[in-house]
């Protein structure tokens, strides 16, 4: 009965996340900014023109896609335990973060994509002494594929699946050919269909070659993203100068995800470096790690006063990053 009594608290708690998601995504309302399209997502555009995403409904699919993510997020910090002590300021630290700015707070190719990989990390977050984790593995590359189908530089999540095989189990490359067999399923099928309905030259030619870049560091964006882009590294780097104290009085498994967390940020960074991202979006994987990285340090602060200020500070920047476009 207990249980069952927390998991209602937990979840009337979790769906408190909407409302909130709803309030700081109110600048996109105001000010009505939509991604820009890019020929890239060639699968993408389809889906968003059939779905309304790019149209009248933007903010409704912003918002929900913001919503569900940060549920997502919360569950898998309850599930494993990262953070016993504020289980849904994960959720609400992605909220912050993702509405910096208009491109990271809309609906998105990289917004819909992130919205796999959350689920595929709970995956390969599975796999710490299990003697049968054949399925999780496949799951894992099964929802890179997906997200990476959506978005191509999702595909460098794979490096996050190797990682949390050296850091979970111990690498063995039969394992990762399990993660391969997930992947590649995918964009077979993907494949099969372009080519019987005879648009596998474009496919090719705008999503597959469109995105990789011959040199290094191809990000490129209007000098109005990076103040936000620029926040979001000085959060980033605190949290990585204050890596110790993610290992102080927790188990050894708790210390394995958190490193998990810390590469996954190093793989956002990675996709910027060796493919050609121009889109500010693209940041919504790198706040994904982030927000449950900061979520711990926000509960390490004592003083309920100085919390409470610093979350207004964020929260009150955040709408104004937004409606200001910057």
């Not at 335990?81 to 289980?87: A, F, I, T, V």
């Not at 992947?183 to 494949?191: A, E, S």
């Not at 269909?193 to 995105?211: D, H, I, N, P």
Request: charged share 10%; proline share 3%.
């Amino acid at each position: 009965v207990v249980l069952q009594l927390f998991r209602k608290y937990l979840i009337f708690n979790v769906v408190l996340l909407i409302p909130y998601a709803f309030i700081l995504h109110l600048g996109l309302w105001f000010r009505y900014s939509k991604v820009p399209v890019n020929e890239k997502d060639w699968i993408y555009n389809k889906i968003a023109f059939w779905l309304g995403m790019q149209g009248d409904y933007h903010f409704t699919w912003s918002m929900l896609l913001v919503s569900v993510q940060a549920i997502l997020i919360s569950m898998l910090v309850n599930k494993f335990k990262l953070n016993p002590d504020g289980q849904l300021f994960p959720g609400l630290v992605f909220i912050v973060l993702s509405s910096m700015h208009p491109m990271t707070a809309g609906a998105s190719p990289a917004m819909l994509a992130n919205l796999l990989l959350i689920p595929g990390l709970t995956q390969v977050m599975n796999i710490y002494i299990k003697k049968q984790v054949g399925l999780n593995l496949y799951n894992f590359g099964l929802f890179t594929g997906l997200a990476s189908v959506l978005y191509l530089p999702s595909l460098w999540f794979l490096f996050t699946g190797i990682m949390a095989l050296i850091l979970l189990r111990g690498f063995t490359f039969r394992e990762f050919l399990q993660i391969l067999a997930g992947f590649f399923n995918v964009w077979f099928l993907c494949w099969v269909w372009v080519y019987f309905t005879g648009q596998e030259s474009e496919f090719y030619k705008v999503q597959l070659k469109g995105y990789f870049s011959p040199y290094i560091l191809n990000f490129s964006s209007n000098y109005k993203g990076w103040i936000s882009g620029i926040l979001l590294f000085i959060l980033f780097s605190l949290a990585l100068l204050q890596y110790n104290s993610f290992r102080i009085k927790k188990s050894v498994i708790v210390q394995k995800y958190y490193d998990l967390m810390f590469w996954m940020g190093l793989n956002c960074l990675l996709s910027i470096f060796f493919m050609r991202v121009e889109n500010f979006s693209h940041l919504v994987l790198w706040i994904t790690p982030s927000s449950v990285l900061l979520a711990l340090m926000l509960t390490r602060i004592k003083n309920p006063l100085v919390s409470e200020t610093l979350h207004l500070i964020f929260a009150l920047a955040a709408l104004f990053l937004q409606i200001q476009n910057w």
